[in-house]
């Protein structure tokens, strides 16, 4: 796994370009669903994936208290 930070994740998300057609929640909440899924294989270490849920969760839960505006505000590069 190559994103180790929240800021990575919104630097990440910002690049895709998507517009506003894909609000940040739905992008970690479909990440979030990926990593889970990849816990499942035995050939990758889990440290790093956990800890990306873990970014993932964190996210939300700003995401929830002071919005998607906010949050892309604070971490961008």
Partial sequence: MAIKSTEEYIDFFINLN????VP???FVNNEKMVLKQKLG?????????EKGI???????TEINE???KAVLEKYKK
């Fill in 24 to 26: 940040l929640l739905s």
């Fill in 66 to 68: 002071i919005g998607q």
């Fill in 41 to 49: 294989y035995k050939n990758l270490e889990k440290e790093p994936i």
């Fill in 54 to 60: 873990k970014i993932l969760e964190d996210l939300v």
């Fill in 18 to 21: 998507m517009g506003e057609n």
